[in-house]
């Protein structure tokens, strides 16, 4: 399995550059960012840099780790402009980045920024799905194609052109998926899909996701599986029940315990292994502080302790 790393904790560009530059220097798989236009809680003010032009700067300032957006939020951008920027920065870092896009879900940046256009707000789930389902046929398209056409309910292409095309051939796409009909888009349209959460949580996608892998005649072992939650590794099951206190709040400790990834080495790599054995192939770890010094002393323990032992 591999292990990627969430940045956006960092804060600040030059935190966010440091940190994934020393996720280089460790070997970890990729680096990856949220995409959003402000904070997604409280008054929303906390500082949040756009996520497409901070992913170009990493890209530039990184040689090998690869880059990619945790998920792109499909209503911010026109697919297609999305598939050039996509191939653009393909290209600009010789065939790193990671394509992950979801359908969208913050109605206050609907609102705020007027995504849709006219002042409608957050369209129902029901739209945001089927234009995500659009938006990755018209994106595989694309970096499948030179020239590409397309009709739909919400896009119709004529002669979309797509040249210099991207470095990497194919060019890999997931879909971000939680609930059954974005899984079933998944299975059928996209190489492959990210599940946030836990264990409980990827539990619950593998009994949907099966099925539907199944149906359209694909096999788990060649779909690309990932994930994306907090890890964080503790020196002693003291320090483990601790952390697992303040997360359970009301919620039996026992329960809690043992659905999230936090405890000693020993714990974190059973249970990492028992997710790379039900078909994940690549894990992305959100760091429990912000603090940049925290965030590379976990990486460094991860890396050491549990990740070179899976």
């Excluded at 996520?51 to 880059?67: H, L, S």
């Excluded at 006219?118 to 046929?137: D, F, I, N, Y």
């Excluded at 595989?140 to 004529?158: A, H, I, P, S």
């Excluded at 409980?200 to 949907?208: R, S």
């Amino acid at each position: 399995m591999d292990f990627g790393l969430y940045i956006r904790p960092a804060g600040t560009y030059p935190a966010m550059l440091e940190v994934s530059r020393y996720a280089e220097e460790l070997g970890l798989y990729g680096v990856f960012i949220n995409d959003h236009f402000e904070g997604l809680s409280g008054d929303r003010k906390e500082p949040y840099l756009e996520a497409w032009t901070t992913m170009t700067g990493i890209g530039m300032q990184t040689k090998k780790i690869r880059v990619g957006h945790i998920t792109l939020f499909n209503s911010m951008r026109n697919p297609t402009v999305l598939a050039k920027m996509i191939t653009t920065l393909d290209v600009m870092t010789g065939g790193r980045y990671e394509t992950i896009l979801g359908a969208g879900w913050n109605e206050p940046e609907y609102k705020g920024y007027d995504l849709m256009g006219g002042g409608v707000g957050m369209p129902e789930a029901g739209e945001r799905v089927t234009r995500l389902k659009e938006a990755v046929q018209i994106l595989k398209g694309m970096f499948d194609n030179e020239v590409f056409n397309y009709e739909g309910k919400f896009w119709t292409l004529k002669d979309a052109v797509n040249v210099p095309g991207t470095v990497q051939k194919p060019m890999r796409l997931s879909v971000g998926a939680r609930q059954q009909r974005m899984i079933s888009i998944a299975a059928k349209y996209a190489d492959g899909m990210n599940g946030s959460g836990n264990m409980n949580a990827i539990k619950g996608y593998l009994k949907l996701l099966g099925p539907e892998l199944e149906k359209n005649g694909r096999k788990m072992r060649d779909f690309y599986l990932h994930g994306f939650t907090t890890i964080t590794p503790t020196k002693n099951d003291e320090e483990t029940d601790a952390i697992v206190k303040k997360i359970a709040k009301d919620k039996p400790v026992k329960e809690v315990a043992d659905d999230v990834f936090v405890g000693t080495p020993e714990v974190l790599i059973e249970k990492l292994r028992s997710v790379e054995d039900r078909g994940y192939k690549m894990m992305i770890a959100i760091p429990r502080s912000g603090k940049v010094p925290d965030i590379k002393e976990t990486c460094a323990t991860l890396r050491d302790e549990v990740f070179r032992r899976i």
